[in-house]
T-cell receptor, first 112, second 112 residues
């Protein structure tokens, strides 16, 4: 079945440094890829989605490129802030917009 | 512009009691999804509806769990004879046609 594997956390950074959270996926279909972010006590929030291979998604300084050949969708941010501390989830959905398959989540902690 | 509303936010039940969780999707969204989140299992899909019709309940435990969507403005997840292993955060999400999912804040269920 479909699966998503992402960087195991926690990831601890200082403000101003760069962040990369690796995500790889397995599917026999042609998926849409997502990054979600979750803060304590809240549900996951959509960071961005990329429906097409070799395209880039971005939001709030975060970006990821849908690499179909490598089946990867790594999340990057050049300069993190303390407010970026959260749990980040990579997810995929098939073209039909059915259930999301989530990775295990990566806890990111940014210290000032 | 309210997001997905879930009630109650917290529910405590005794072992063997029934729990009913409510979800109000974003107005105009045609699909409603239920997920369960635990530390051990992460985010797991339970079931979903499109245009109020049940489409996929492959993630639902076959006994004790049921979900309904009697009208376009709400969905319920019912757990009969709750067990301690049912303790989790139950998340509801809604989606426009074949697009990204928007999550509510979740209901934290604790079974004593």
């Amino acid at each position: 079945g479909d699966s998503v594997t992402q960087t195991e956390g926690p990831v601890t950074l200082s403000e101003g440094t760069s962040l990369t959270v690796n995500c790889s996926y397995e599917t026999k279909q042609y998926p849409t890829l997502f990054w979600y972010v979750q803060y304590p006590g809240e549900g996951p929030q959509l960071l961005f989605k990329v429906p097409k291979a070799n395209e880039k998604g971005s939001s709030r300084g975060f970006e990821a490129t849908y690499n179909k050949e490598a089946t990867s969708f790594h999340l990057q941010k050049a300069s993190v802030q303390e407010s970026d501390s959260a749990v980040y989830y990579c997810a995929l959905s098939d073209w039909g917009g059915r259930a999301l398959i989530f990775g295990t989540g990566t806890t990111v902690s940014v210290s000032p | 512009n309210a997001g997905v509303i879930q009630t109650p936010r917290h529910k405590v039940t005794g072992k063997g009691q029934e729990a009913t969780l409510w979800c109000e999707p974003i107005s105009g969204h045609s699909a409603v999804f239920w997920y369960r989140q635990t530390i051990v299992q992460g985010l797991e899909f339970l079931t979903y509806f499109r245009n109020q019709a049940p489409i996929d309940d492959s993630g639902m435990p076959k006994e004790r769990f049921s979900a309904q969507m009697p009208n376009q403005s709400h969905s319920t997840l019912k757990i009969q004879s709750t067990q301690p292993q049912d303790s989790a955060v139950y998340l509801c999400a809604s989606s426009p046609r074949h697009a990204e999912q928007f999550f509510g804040p979740g209901t934290r269920l604790t079974v004593l």
